[in-house]
């Protein structure tokens, strides 16, 4: 498995170079690129002007230090990421897709439902709480250690911490 490599916020916009103000609220986004996922962060002037071409995006603001951190991410956009991962089929957002999984179940967003098997994958099936709906989610069988790993970087990745 290929260790996921997506980097905290540099705290300027990709596209300008120029560097954030404190507080000053801006677009990060996941750029699909040959080497995989990459986050990328845009001012909003750039994002409104130039509409980049991304996998995922969402509006975050460069935190106070001296204030205590805020989730800059919610539930609803965490679900939105996980439908949006549904079809995919490269290994490293198999994985990002199950770790995501196992958050909202957590969140109680999702709820196991059973399993099946398909040739050699096993294959979950979860209803999506206040839906009328199930998703499926391949379990790619990670270890703890890779599960860790993949959430802590998540947690980068979104700027959020997934222990509450």
């Known amino acids: 498995m290929a260790d996921w490599e997506i980097k905290k916020t540099l705290g300027q916009c990709a596209g300008t170079g120029r560097e954030f103000e404190i507080e000053e609220e801006y677009f990060a986004a996941l750029v699909d690129t040959d080497e995989g996922l990459q986050r990328t962060d845009f001012s909003m002037d750039y994002w409104n002007e130039h509409k980049p071409q991304v996998y995922c995006f969402w509006k975050t603001k460069i935190p106070n230090?001296?204030?205590?951190k805020k989730v800059f991410v919610d539930d609803e956009m965490l679900m939105t990421f996980f439908d949006r991962l549904a079809e995919e089929t490269d290994p490293e957002k198999l994985n990002f897709r199950f770790v995501l999984?196992?958050?909202?179940?957590?969140?109680?967003k999702l709820k196991y439902d059973g399993c099946r098997n398909e040739g050699s994958d096993e294959i979950w099936t979860l209803k999506?709480?206040?839906?009328d709906?199930?998703?499926?989610?391949?379990?790619?069988h990670l270890t703890e250690d890779q599960i860790e790993?993949?959430?802590?970087?998540?947690?980068?990745i979104l700027q959020t911490d997934f222990e509450e």
């Open 65 to 68: 230090p001296e204030l205590k």
């Open 101 to 108: 999984t196992l958050v909202l179940m957590r969140k109680r």
């Open 128 to 131: 999506v709480t206040g839906q």
């Open 133 to 140: 709906r199930t998703a499926d989610v391949l379990n790619p």
């Open 149 to 156: 790993s993949l959430s802590a970087q998540m947690g980068q």
